[in-house]
């Protein structure tokens, strides 16, 4: 075990050191406690020193493996890793130290640049390969933070970025530099406090997060954990871009989030009988423990801006209505028809027959909305939303819009049954219970089949050509889109790739219905085929796709399927899922977050959770591929 001391004695004088504390109230708040830097870069250590940090260094011994395809960006990247270090350190301590601290601090410093991460260099070669990619760029420095409160079983994160760019580089200058040690022990090659900063033409941001540590931001962070009720002075800190300054975390649980990789966090308990707390299982809470709230916090920005998010989602429910009833009273449609494209409040009103004062106040509301424009002469649609809104058209989501109305937003006003019993409310809104959602909810009446297909159509059509196009399929001959109700998805991936043939596989009910969905021009590579993937044989196949499938069901359901995919796969033959995948630490996308509410026997899932998931049928998973559309994909290979 490699435990070092930092001892006071080392500094260079008592009377800078008092100076120190005394500049910075926030730091001597730490003082008594007994603060632990998870790391054992020699900068971090000096930057905290040189502000009259008292702290002892227990170095992580958490490798830095998570797999990087797995984060939407580095910055997450890079908090998770700094996470992962403390929280490693703080397990750790109360066993092999025999002490539980009261705060572990941990970092990581990554640097970004053509869309790659780069860490600490393995050799000189690797040396040479990031550096000569950095030359004559701009690039951008990350730095993660996790600050762990041990006894309050919080952790907090936040990162900061910083820009440098370095000159043109001969590779004479380069092979000097890297022989003279310098690169190795660092992300990107190079040491900007030592002969790195030859290499740099300007830094925008703070220097010290290039180094190693984000000091500035640390300290506004510190301020809003330890600051005393009343005194705003550190309260303006801004807020962590992760989301809110402080998440609380519970006692561990069974890392089911972890990226493969990721060591899990359910270690013994402390010294107190009590678990350390897991990043893997984020828990969020409302009350930051550690912030006592200020009566006049409200008339800070940050405070303002708090205001009037939490105004925007109480009248979130009311902006939905209104988008749903324009949509389904074709108020967008009868815009588009009009010979300008402009029609005044009563000329609406007269085409969607509807009171003048009603049809005025949804026009209102609509502009206030962004979704209409408001002219000298009327009203106009909004160029840059009208293809979503309008009812036909490639990019619609009328069909979706219209199943929001329609069966979600039932759902919802059950929502508190729906938490309390934590069921679906099936029977409440829609007077029948649904053991099977797809055969009792979504399939047994004709208009709702076709409401839930158009809904389907809509998703498929407006993600469909982002997944489709999401990997390199060129070496595969026939994919089975599993579950692909109109077909919508089927073609974008025909469309995409010149030598596949698809397969559209549902149930007879459905087929029988997705001719309505064909398009003009359909591709005769897709053919339709009816089935049950639970009980019929599935279609032989070199790509199983799954889009939009597996949410709908529990683990249990999920593996019986992926054990007949995997059957009816050959080495080297593929599964494609898609979906919104949550962030690693369940704390977003809302919008997967928010559709979990109103699931029946489904569960939103992680791209590991899913790369979890395909492994134990022998899928390895080769890329992951966040689209920023509706829909994330992640490709599995059978080994
Ligand atoms: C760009 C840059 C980086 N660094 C050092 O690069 C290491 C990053 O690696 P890490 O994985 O974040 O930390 P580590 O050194 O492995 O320590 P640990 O915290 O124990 O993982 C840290 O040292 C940093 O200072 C510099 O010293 N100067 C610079 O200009």
Redesign the pocket.
């Known amino acids: 075990v490699t435990t070092w001391h930092y001892h006071r004695a080392t500094e260079p004088a008592t009377v800078h050191t008092v100076t120190m504390v005394l500049m910075n109230p926030v730091i001597s708040k730490l003082t008594g406690k007994l603060v632990v830097l ?7 250590l000096e930057i905290l020193t040189n502000v009259g940090l008292r702290f002892e260094v227990v ?2 011994w958490f490798k ?1 493996t998570l797999d990087k395809r797995l984060f939407k960006t580095p910055h997450e990247y890079a908090v998770e ?1 700094a996470k992962q ?1 403390a929280l490693e350190v703080a397990k750790r301590m109360p066993f092999k130290h025999l002490k539980t601290p009261d705060i572990v601090i ?6 970004t640049v053509d869309g790659l991460i780069l ?2 260099p393995v050799d000189k070669q690797d040396a040479y390969r990031m550096l000569s990619r950095l030359s004559g760029k701009e690039h951008s ?1 990350f ?1 993660g933070v996790a600050i762990i409160l041990c006894h309050e079983k919080e952790v907090i994160d936040f990162y900061e970025e910083t820009k440098v760019k370095f000159a043109d580089l001969s590779d004479d200058l380069l092979w000097e530099y890297i022989n003279s040690g310098e690169p190795m ?4 090659g ?4 030592a002969l ?1 900063g030859m290499l740099v033409e300007y830094v925008h941001g703070d220097f010290l997060n ?4 984000p000091l500035n931001q640390f300290c506004k962070k510190l301020g809003l954990i330890f600051s005393p009720p009343g005194s705003l002075t550190h309260n303006s800190a801004q807020t962590s871009p992760q989301g809110s300054p402080v998440d609380t975390v519970p006692p561990a649980e069974p890392a089911a989030s972890s990226p493969p990789g990721s060591p899990t966090h359910n270690g013994p308990p402390d010294s107190q009988g009590q678990n350390i707390p897991s990043a893997s299982t984020a828990h969020v809470s409302t009350h930051v423990n550690a912030l006592k709230y200020n009566v006049r916090e409200n008339e800070t920005e940050d405070g303002k801006e708090k205001l009037s998010k939490m105004i925007e989602l109480m009248d979130g429910f009311k902006a939905s209505k209104v988008l749903f009833t324009a949509s389904k009273l074709h108020v967008f449609d009868v815009l588009r028809s009009s010979k300008t494209g402009e029609l005044q409040a009563e000329d609406v009103a007269q085409e969607i027959k509807a009171s003048m004062k009603g049809t005025e106040r949804l026009l209102e509301a609509c502009v206030s909305l962004g979704l209409l424009q408001r002219t000298g002469k009327g009203i106009l649609s909004q160029f840059l939303t009208l293809h979503f809104l309008l009812s036909d058209g490639p990019l619609s989501l009328q069909g979706y819009i219209q199943h929001c109305n329609e069966l979600v937003w039932p759902l919802f006003t059950h929502l508190e049954t729906a938490v309390r019993e934590g069921t679906n409310q099936h029977e409440k809104a829609f007077g029948k219970s649904s053991d099977n959602l797809f055969q009792d909810a979504y399939y047994s009446r004709h208009e709702v089949k076709l409401r839930f297909m158009k809904a389907m159509h809509s998703i498929a059509k407006v993600s469909g050509r982002d997944v489709a196009t999401a990997f390199d399929l060129s070496k595969y001959k026939t994919a089975c889109d599993l579950g692909g109700c109109t077909g919508a998805m089927a073609y974008e991936f025909a469309k995409a790739h010149p030598g596949l043939s698809v397969t559209m596989f549902d149930l007879p009910e459905v087929i029988e219905m997705s001719g309505h969905f064909r398009p003009h021009d359909a591709d005769d590579r897709v053919s339709f085929v009816a089935g049950d993937f639970f009980k019929d044989e599935l279609p032989k196949a070199d790509v199983y796709i799954l889009a939009r499938i597996l949410h709908d069901w529990s683990d249990e359901k999920v593996h019986i399927l992926l054990s007949k995919i995997a059957k009816a796969c050959n080495p080297g033959c593929c599964v494609l899922v898609s979906e919104i995948f949550l962030d690693e630490d369940r704390k977003g996308p809302s919008r997967g977050l928010l559709q979990a509410l109103s699931m029946t026997e489904g569960r939103q899932r992680s791209a590991s959770e899913y790369s979890l998931l395909l492994k134990s049928h022998g899928f390895t998973t080769a890329q992951v591929k966040h689209t920023h559309n509706l829909l994330d994909a992640i490709l599995c290979v059978a080994e």
């Open positions: 998870a790391s054992a870069s020699p900068r971090r170095p992580s830095e890793t270090k941990g970092a990581d410093t990554v640097v860490e600490k420095v730095t022990d660092k992300a990107g190079y040491g900007i406090q790195g290039v180094v190693g540590f």
